[in-house]
Nanobody
Framework: QVQLVESGGGLVQAGGSLRLSCVAS????????MGWIRQAPGKEREFVAR????????FYANSVKGRFTISKDNAKNTVYLQMNSLKPEDTAVYYC????????????WGQGTQVTVSS
């Protein structure tokens, strides 16, 4: 099992910034990569970004490219999502997730953290 705990959500005005954190524990040796997925009210979950467990090989959704940056502190087993130039449409619950291979399903999920961007 892998446990994921997110933090850092909150309320911010449009154009502002937030940084989300996700600490991984447990069977971290089995992790292939980690990602952030968000879900806005009434919408399906949407992939945001992912990063390889070594801290390399990042990938972003087009909707956040150039505004969000995913990074990893290997010593702390922590993945970050720096969100800049936030827009009201970024409002969602943001989930941290991990997977054990390069496939479509995320194996483990955090509890989620709310991000609200006011206009």
């Amino acid at each position: 099992q892998v446990q994921l705990v997110e933090s850092g959500g909150g309320l911010v005005q449009a154009g502002g910034s937030l940084r989300l954190s996700c600490v991984a524990s447990g069977r971290t040796f089995s992790i292939y990569d980690m990602g952030w997925i968000r879900q806005a009210p009434g919408k399906e979950r949407e992939f945001v970004a992912r990063i390889g467990w070594s801290g390399s090989n990042t990938f972003y959704a087009n909707s956040v490219k150039g505004r969000f940056t995913i990074s990893k502190d290997n010593a702390k087993n922590t993945v970050y999502l720096q969100m800049n130039s936030l827009k009201p449409e970024d409002t969602a619950v943001y989930y941290c997730a991990s997977r054990e291979g390069d496939y479509d399903v995320w194996d483990y999920w955090g509890q989620g953290t709310q991000v609200t961007v006011s206009s």
